[in-house]
């Protein structure tokens, strides 16, 4: 016999959601002038590596129609010297970013919620980073740009190119509808066998090793170290799941 369709009723709640959501790609150029001793990178200084990690966001703060983001990361680029025969390193640690990501609403956006005390429930914008790479690591003359130079009395900087992705998103308590079963679509309780002979419940141990404790008979006998262990009989224990087994220690 066909099943009889589920009946669904809409049901407002009032749940946190994204109402206003962006993505944006960012490369930001920087600018390494020493070596990790303070001297200036060698003229034929030839980047073989570079990395940027350690991303702190400082502040994130709704900015017209965008979320500014800021925050510092540190960068270190590896190189080869001297006809190729020697590494050094270079580096700037805390090095400081300011980006904004403009977000577009989502449906209707957050509408304005307000409670008996007056107050309104308050929406809050945060963002994250999804990707964080050096995408260029190169070295070239110092020359002027704009009448200014980034590495003065060197002659050679390191250019940098970092590549980051923030996601950045509005959200607060909003009132959405969700389905429910109605009550006469939803089971009825089982009242479990009518009579006959009550059968107890049990189950077989997952664990091959446990200690056991009786809270009144032997109560504390696993607050003890180490604790009194158990083997499962093999009857009881041959059927496990093997794919989900207890981690229990074996007794030391």
């Known amino acids: 016999m066909p099943r009889k369709p589920i009946e669904f009723e809409c049901r407002p709640v009032l749940k946190d959601v994204i109402c206003a959501f962006g993505e944006k790609c960012f490369h930001n150029t920087h600018y390494i002038c020493e070596n990790n001793s303070g001297d200036c990178l060698p003229s034929d200084a030839c980047p073989f590596n570079a990395l940027v990690n350690n991303l702190q966001i400082h502040s994130v703060c709704r900015a017209s129609g965008c979320v500014r983001i800021t925050g510092t ?8 010297y001297n006809g190729q025969r020697m590494v050094g390193e270079a580096q700037r640690l805390c090095v400081p970013f300011a980006v904004q990501v403009p977000i577009f609403t989502i449906g209707d956006g957050c509408g304005t919620i307000v409670c008996e005390d007056g107050c309104a429930l308050e929406t809050q914008v945060c963002a994250q980073n999804t990707r964080l790479e050096v995408i260029e690591a190169v070295l070239e003359p ?8 980034a590495c003065p009395g060197c002659g050679m900087r390191l250019k940098v190119v970092v590549e980051k992705v923030f996601q950045a998103f509005e959200h607060g308590p909003q009132v959405i509808c969700l389905p429910v079963c109605t009550p006469e679509s939803c089971p009825a309780p089982t009242g479990g066998p009518s009579g006959g002979e009550c059968q107890p419940f049990i189950k077989p141990s997952k664990c091959p090793t446990f200690c056991a ?21 093999d009857h009881d224990y041959k059927d496990r799941d093997h794919d989900h087994h207890c981690r229990c220690e074996d007794e030391r």
């Open 73 to 80: 990361y540190d960068i270190f680029v590896w190189y080869r």
């Open 142 to 149: 110092d020359k002027k740009v704009h009448g200014k130079e």
């Open 213 to 233: 404790e009786d809270e009144v008979f032997s109560p504390d006998k696993c607050d003890e170290c180490p604790p009194p262990t158990k083997k499962t009989r």
